[in-house]
């Protein structure tokens, strides 16, 4: 897919791996819708880079957990330019055990909830108020991006990151992406991106990561295969490759995560066995 010249709607574009994404598209000729809600101070500097770029990129703000909020973000699209190409389905709200402690806590009375609807149901709302936006564009690609904890759950050395509810959102988004993929088809791609342990989300960088010890720390290094955690350039780069490579994936799950769903297993030498000659 050519994507120079082309409109992309970016979730969570104000840090982390949302802002690389968006500055790897903006770089490509990509013009740039992005929704904001939260984080007024790195939603000021997201709007000051964006802001005096060539391709008029628009910046909103919007809470995309409310169905009206999300039409009106389709709604800008649809006057500015008539059509989407590029959807990148990256938003979520992960409670993480080492912050917030369980869910029977009074100051978690609706956390459970506010993972589900950030992390599953915001993405299904804003596929849906989007997809006559992308089924008018010559070639249309939507990305949603997910966590390991899906496959992980809250077990393991993954316990201390990843909470019931957010693990139980992620595991619903495969399920939207191969059903998007069939009916986006033949002019819609949907792929999934499924995250590991990336600075910025669960590692370096949060707060989370910074109440661990260094034991726990290590532990989670340890489990992951490539022994460290990945950067959002590492993901914008596997997003530019689902965008501008991958014509023939749809409806697929890539895992950008070093190796820790696989964990720090090693494979033994085969025994001789006792079989004679």
Same mark, same amino acid.
């Given at each position: 897919m050519e994507i120079n010249g082309t409109t992309a709607l970016v979730l969570g574009a104000s840090r982390g791996i949302g802002l690389a994404i968006a500055q790897k598209l903006a770089r490509r000729g990509v013009r740039l819708?992005?929704?904001?809600?939260?984080?007024?101070?790195?939603?000021?500097?997201?709007?000051?880079?964006?802001?005096?770029?060539?391709?008029?990129?628009?910046?909103?703000?919007?809470?995309?957990?409310?169905?009206?909020?999300?039409?009106?973000?389709?709604?800008?699209?649809?006057r500015e330019t008539g059509s989407l190409d590029i959807l990148i389905n990256n938003i979520e709200r992960g409670g993480m055990p080492v912050v917030?402690?369980?869910?029977?806590?009074?100051?978690?009375?609706d956390q459970w909830q506010r993972e589900m609807e950030t992390t599953l149901h915001a993405k299904w709302m804003v596929f849906n108020s989007c997809l006559p936006l992308l089924q008018k564009a010559?070639?249309?690609?939507?990305?949603?991006?997910?966590?390991?904890?899906?496959?992980?759950?809250?077990?393991?050395?993954?316990?201390?990151l990843f909470n019931d509810g957010y693990a139980a959102a992620n595991r619903g988004i495969e399920t939207l992406t191969q059903t998007w993929a069939r009916l986006g088809a033949p002019s819609i791609r949907v792929n999934e991106l499924m995250l590991g342990?990336?600075?910025?989300?669960?590692?370096?960088? /949060?707060?989370?990561?910074?109440?661990? !010890?260094? @034991? &726990?720390?290590?532990?989670? *290094?340890?489990? /992951?295969?490539?022994?460290?955690?990945? !950067?959002? @350039? &590492?993901?914008?780069?596997? *997003?530019?490759?689902l965008l501008e490579q991958a014509d023939f994936m749809t409806g697929s799950t890539l895992r950008i995560d070093g190796g820790f769903v696989l964990g720090n297993e090693r494979v033994p030498a085969i025994p001789p066995g006792i079989l004679e000659k």
């Open positions: 819708v992005l929704p904001w809600y939260d984080w007024p101070e790195s939603v000021k500097a997201m709007k000051k880079e964006f802001s005096g770029m060539e391709q008029n990129h628009v910046c909103i703000k919007a809470d995309l957990r409310r169905e009206e909020e999300v039409n009106r973000v389709a709604r800008l699209i649809e917030h402690g369980p869910y029977t806590l009074a100051t978690n009375k010559e070639q249309a690609c939507v990305i949603n991006l997910s966590s390991i904890a899906a496959l992980t759950g809250r077990a393991g050395i993954a316990g201390i342990i990336i600075d910025s989300r669960h590692g370096r960088g /949060t707060r989370g990561w910074g109440l661990l !010890t260094e @034991e &726990e720390k290590q532990q989670l *290094v340890n489990h /992951t295969l490539l022994q460290r955690t990945g !950067t959002p @350039e &590492e993901v914008a780069r596997a *997003v530019l490759f």
